[in-house]
Nanobody, 122 residues
Framework: QEQLVESGGGLVQAGGSVSVSCAASGRSFNTFAMGWFRQAPGKEREFVAGITWNGETTYKSDSIEARFTISRDNTKNTVNLYMISLKPEDTAIYYC???????????????WGQGTQVTVSS
């Protein structure tokens, strides 16, 4: 069983930056792909970014362009999402997720965190 706990986020002005982090407990972290999804009010949850188990490959959605950076530290069982040049449309609950492969992560993560709010004011 893997548990994912997000932290960070909060209220930030447009154009600003913020980080969200995810701490994982369990035995599978170092072998699982990790990623972030977000859900804005009234919208479906969407994939934001993912990183392979060894950190060598990352994937990002077109909606975030190059503004977001995902990274992981397998010695600390953490995955981070650093966001810059934030826009009001980035306002959402950001969820950490994991899966046995990138395909599983993107199409049906096995584990989810509870989410952390990021609000971007204009």
């Amino acid at each position: 069983q893997e548990q994912l706990v997000e932290s960070g986020g909060g209220l930030v002005q447009a154009g600003g930056s913020v980080s969200v982090s995810c701490a994982a407990s369990g035995r599978s972290f170092n072998t699982f792909a990790m990623g972030w999804f977000r859900q804005a009010p009234g919208k479906e949850r969407e994939f934001v970014a993912g990183i392979t188990w060894n950190g060598e490959t990352t994937y990002k959605s077109d909606s975030i362009e190059a503004r977001f950076t995902i990274s992981r530290d397998n010695t600390k069982n953490t995955v981070n999402l650093y966001m810059i040049s934030l826009k009001p449309e980035d306002t959402a609950i950001y969820y950490c997720a994991s899966g046995s492969s990138m395909s599983v992560l993107r199409n049906g993560p096995r584990y989810w965190g509870q989410g952390t709010q990021v609000t971007v004011s204009s």
